[in-house]
């Protein structure tokens, strides 16, 4: 059984430009979770997308934008990188419906260095 | 809004002994969940135990056991027998609880201990 995973594990961006993250979440589960973590910080919610749609969302600019496609995978978007989006971006996932919907499993992250 | 302190950056134990890790959170929330998770070197966020608010009862995984003192708004992590795949980072995390699935996904972190074995 797959984890939660995401690619790609490491990338290198500059300032201006636009990346996008891409996340598989565990079997079975239906909604998926954005996280930051910035070095030597804990993470801090990006948003949460579920049925397609964002359905809750962090403090964080329009900057940062997501999509889920109806397998239930999701990719973030990142328009007009700043340095200070360099950081490891967590993907997150859960099964809202389900016996074990209140378990939420991480992916390793996808790091961004953005020069 | 919530929030959650860990007043402990780093910590070290002995092999073999035992280690308590702090936890405080703020909430007017009377459901919830609470959580430790750990971050190993690889970085992926392992969850460690999870305790609901509306449980008296402190869980326990093996070696792990959280002393959850909901007034005190105190939810400590004991790790016995440390081991040395034991050493990561240790993030205490808050969520509310509601009849909603939305609106209550947000996972709120602290900023974690450091945890390190002696040999």
């Known amino acids: 059984d797959a984890g939660v995973t995401q690619s790609p594990t490491h990338l290198i961006k500059t300032r201006g430009q636009q990346v996008t993250l891409r996340c598989s979440p565990k079997?079975?589960?239906?909604?998926v979770s954005w996280y930051q973590q910035a070095l030597g910080q804990g993470p801090q919610f990006i948003f949460q997308y579920y049925e397609e749609e964002e359905r809750q969302r962090g403090n964080f600019p329009d900057r940062f934008s997501g999509h889920q496609f109806p397998n239930y995978s999701s990719e973030l978007n990142v328009n007009a990188l700043l340095l200070g989006d360099s950081a490891l971006y967590l993907c997150?996932?859960?099964?809202?419906?389900?016996?074990?919907?209140?378990?939420?499993?991480f992916g390793e992250g996808s790091w961004l260095t953005v020069v | 809004a919530q929030t959650v302190t860990q007043s402990q950056p780093e910590m070290s134990v002995q092999e073999a002994e035992t280690v308590t890790l702090s936890c405080t959170y703020d909430?007017?929330?009377?459901?919830?969940?609470l959580f430790w998770y750990k971050q190993p070197p690889s970085r992926q966020m392992i969850l460690v135990i999870r305790q609901e608010a509306y449980k008296q009862q402190n869980a326990t995984e093996n070696r792990f056991s959280v002393n959850f003192q909901k007034a005190a708004k105190s939810f400590s992590l004991k790790i016995s027998d440390s081991q040395l795949g034991d050493a990561a980072m240790y993030f205490c995390a808050y969520r509310r609880a509601s009849i909603s699935n939305f609106g209550n996904e947000k996972l709120t972190f602290g900023t974690g201990t450091r945890l390190t074995i002696i040999p």
């Open positions: 909430t007017s929330e009377s459901d919830y969940y």
């Open positions: 997150a996932s859960r099964a809202i419906r389900g016996k074990s919907g209140n378990t939420i499993y």
């Open positions: 079997s079975g589960h239906d909604t």
